[in-house]
């Protein structure tokens, strides 16, 4: 005769279910012996895997997962990216539409009091549950940490979060953004190595990029 | 005369661009021309400084993918194969220049010159450069440090410090394993920096890092003494910051030294400038059709114009130029430090990180530059002494506590290069795979996994690492490669995606995790456990 399962559910949390099985597994997991490669890939075949596996597997964002990132581009300009679950179910669950949505970013005096501190920084409706945009902030000079909501404005005014982001490190006030005085409608090859001052010295690092030699030097 | 320091700072660093399923890629030339006209020269000029017991000091960061092609058994082959290519194409050239007696005096010059860097390479050190920078880091004239493991842009990665922090500790075992020792300074790549990092870096056992002049223009604190000594960032950690006006002579892409009328023009190689039946040179090409760089160039700068009507390239004058705007580097540096130090309660140090890769490859005459500043830095009585960062340290002079300001050395001197509308759409995906890297880890913590499991737990993160590399964002808004950049994102993406479906469901293949791992066979003594500390 069995337990009946509610009897079980009394005794144990799923916690403490997930730690018994994991208790179990980690001790008498069979460890089968495996076949060691024993050959060289021709280049056909590694082609043939890679390509494979390129077609199959490329980069994409699932639908079900709920994603609000917030990123410094420089100090009056922010990167944010977020993914809402768009289906229907999780959008009557929470009770909004794709256009009662808003995007807000806020300061924070204290990087560990969020809540208590927040300001409004910034706010914009969004049409898309999954989009990424710079956008452009005053930043405050009091601020400490900055952080982004998506969320529904409600009939109260009442602006109820879906997803937060995470926080990101104020610039301190003395820093600004370093715009260059030339001209940018140049290909970005040249206008990148445009250099006004010595202050806004930029560097075209890496190898694979173009070097200017010399004044009217063409890439190939 | 006052005295001063002067801190000479070569990062070399290329992506990881290793092509084993090909026989051969163009991307593998990128190493290839970096160890023929930049790591041997700069070789070759450490061996000479030694042997005239010039007395320098010089910190050279390695990065890991650096490291690991330098150490790389196909590579070493195929740079072998490479340059005795280069030896014979000039060989032709001297027979095809026969007319033209200065033309020919050239390709005799790069026939001594490709020899000259083999010998170096197959006689002298066995192929084996990673032993000729640590006999130059223990015979005491560089400093050898290192960067995060592939080269991640940090400030854009931070959105798991775990990715951060794996990224760091990586590089550094990487390197250690490589030279038997953990550096004391870190190179941030990009020299991307954010408040907090250096938290990262002192639980890492980082004593330094770099970055650009405003991240301590800027910091939390005015810096008293400007660019010209180190900031204490609160827990011991040193940042040093790139002085202006060095970085200007040198790098200015017009006002620099590189672009004196002098100096070889790199834009004119005869990959592309012969017009020869294509039987001539194809063997020298990619896939013996599309013209690329082979190294033999015969012009010089000249001057303004579209590239057509440039003179022939004269070493001795180069050469002369060379010492000449050695002179003048030294002699500037005189006069900042006599400057600085009457305003200074400490000796100022002169900081001047340059990419290596500029030294030789696109400066052509960069190696010869650098040893004549260093020969001159050498004599007695200039009040100019050469120093490491870590050296500076070790004087054990107290320095300012400040914060230093998010920054890079990029454009516009923060994030944009590495995030816009050119490359933003990979921020999602790399956030989103480091997410399930660290959830697949603490998932499998404590569990007993098979070899198998254990491989692909391995190649997963592999796959991870090289699609953080931030030479793939940068590459897509500079608009060179991009279709190269685009694809190895997308494929290391691709294969960590694949990898993880097949650890999640336990259906490893074994062709195809061999395939992965015979592909991308960087850090081989990886251990995914390591990727993020025990919550306990």
Known sequence: ?220 | MKKGFLSIVLHAHLPYVRHPEYDGFFEENWLFEAMTECYIPLINVFDRLHQDSIHYRLTLSLSPTLIAMLGDELLQSRYRHYLAKRIELAEKEIIRTRKNPQMQKLARLYRRFFINIAETYQVHYQCDLLAAFKKHGQQGQLELITTAATHGFLPLLNLSETAVRYQVDLGLETFEDSFGFSPSGFWLPECGYYPGLEKILEKSGVNYFFTDTHGVIDASVAPVNNVYAPLDCGNGVMAFARDPESSWQVWHAEDGYPGHVDYREYYRDIGFDVDVEEAYLAPYLLDGKTRINTGIKYHRITGEGDGSGKALYDPRTAQYQAETDARDFIAKRQLQINGLAENMDVTPVIVSPYDAELFGHWWFEGPAWLESVLRLASEKGNGIETISAGDYLKKGVSHQLAVPAFSSWGDQGYSCFWINEENDWIYPFLHKAAGEMEQLVMDFRGLIVSPRQQRALNQALRSLLLAQSSDWPFIMKAGTTTAYANQRITDYLARFNYLHDCIRRNKINEKYLLALETMDNIFPEIDFRQYCSSPD
């Open chain 1, 1 to 220: 005769m069995s337990l009946p399962e509610n009897a079980l559910k009394k005794q144990f949390t799923g916690k403490e279910l997930f730690a018994i099985s994991k208790k179990i597994s980690r001790s008498y997991t069979p460890v089968m012996p495996e076949k060691e490669a024993d050959g060289r890939l021709t280049q056909q075949q590694l082609l043939e895997v890679s390509h494979n596996i390129s077609l199959y597997y490329g980069p994409r964002i699932l639908s079900d997962t709920h994603t609000l990132a917030l990123l410094s581009i420089d100090p009056e300009h922010f990167y944010v990216y977020w993914n809402l679950a768009d289906s229907h179910a999780y959008q009557c669950a929470h009770g909004y539409q794709e256009d009662d949505l808003k995007l807000r970013v806020f300061s924070h005096d204290n990087e560990y009091q969020q809540s208590s501190k927040a300001r409004l920084l910034y706010e914009t409706s969004i049409s898309a549950t999954q989009a990424r945009q710079k956008i452009t902030v005053k930043t405050t000079d009091k601020a400490v940490v900055y952080s982004a909501s998506l969320g529904k404005l409600c009939s109260e005014n009442k602006f109820i979060a879906l997803v937060n982001s995470n926080e990101i490190h104020s610039f301190h006030e003395t820093c600004k953004p370093r715009y260059f005085h030339e001209s940018e409608g140049d290909s970005s090859r040249r206008s990148e190595q445009k250099i006004i001052n010595p202050k806004s010295l930029s560097v075209t690092s890496h190898f694979a990029s173009s070097w200017h030699s010399g004044k009217g030097i063409q890439k190939e």
